[in-house]
């Protein structure tokens, strides 16, 4: 059973860079789309963007600018980062895996944290 | 980008009723629609992915219809724990979207 966790500061000053990772366990890293998706409070979810087992990237063009997605196959964690952090960059951040064979779906989700930009 | 609306945004009803949600995307996604449901405080979990196809474990009564822009979840009869916001999916385009939400209350 594939599991996900998030980890990394709670609290981002603003303009800073927000960085969290996300540990892969009890299972491969390969065949899928790593990808971050946030929520801010009481509101919708947003897809960030995805970095592939091959280590290609894809991003959300409303940031694509400010996100960076990495990984580390060797350690199964993959990483994000968001700079020049604002308040709207408030969220709970959740890492997921996509798996091609169920169309791109977000099948594994990691249980979240939030985050939260303030001075 | 490709927008993704649901309707109604929330609706009340009670055990046992028979429940439906829509999901329209401003251009044509084929069968790359997804459905998730989220419980206050956790992560969303799939539903139903290519618009019909239900994920392993889930609960006959929840099914999925649709294809091109328009798509429908339909809950053939609510149960107590099926209390939660419901959220549709793109994965059509490069950039995958999510729909606004519908939040499923208790009557």
């Known amino acids: 059973q594939v599991q996900l966790q998030e980890s990394g500061p709670g609290l981002v000053k603003p303009s800073e860079t927000l960085s969290l990772t996300c540990t892969v366990s009890g299972g491969s890293i390969s065949n899928y789309y790593w990808s971050w998706i946030r929520q801010p409070p009481g509101k919708g979810l947003e897809w960030l963007g995805y970095m592939s087992n091959s280590g290609s990237t894809n991003y959300n063009p409303s940031l694509k600018s400010r996100v960076t997605i990495s990984g580390e196959a060797s350690k199964k964690q993959f990483s994000l980062k968001v700079s020049s952090v604002t308040a709207a960059d408030t969220a709970v951040y959740y890492c997921?895996?996509?798996?091609?064979?169920?169309?791109?779906?977000?099948?594994?989700w990691g249980q979240g944290t939030m985050v939260t930009v303030s001075s | 980008d490709i927008e993704m609306t649901q309707s109604p945004s929330s609706l009340s009803a009670s055990v046992g009723d028979r429940v439906t949600i829509t999901c329209r995307a401003s251009q044509s996604i084929s069968t790359y629609l997804h459905w998730y449901q989220q419980k206050p405080g956790k992560a969303p979990k799939l539903l139903i992915y290519?618009?019909?196809s239900l994920q392993s474990g889930v609960p006959s009564r929840f099914s999925g219809s649709g294809s091109g822009t328009d798509f429908t979840l339909t809950i053939s009869s609510l149960q107590p724990e099926d209390f939660a916001t419901y959220h549709c999916q793109q994965g059509y385009s490069t950039k995958w979207t999510f729909g606004q939400g519908t939040k499923v209350e208790i009557k």
């Open positions: 997921t895996r996509a798996i091609t064979g169920l169309a791109d779906a977000f099948d594994v």
């Open positions: 290519s618009a019909s």
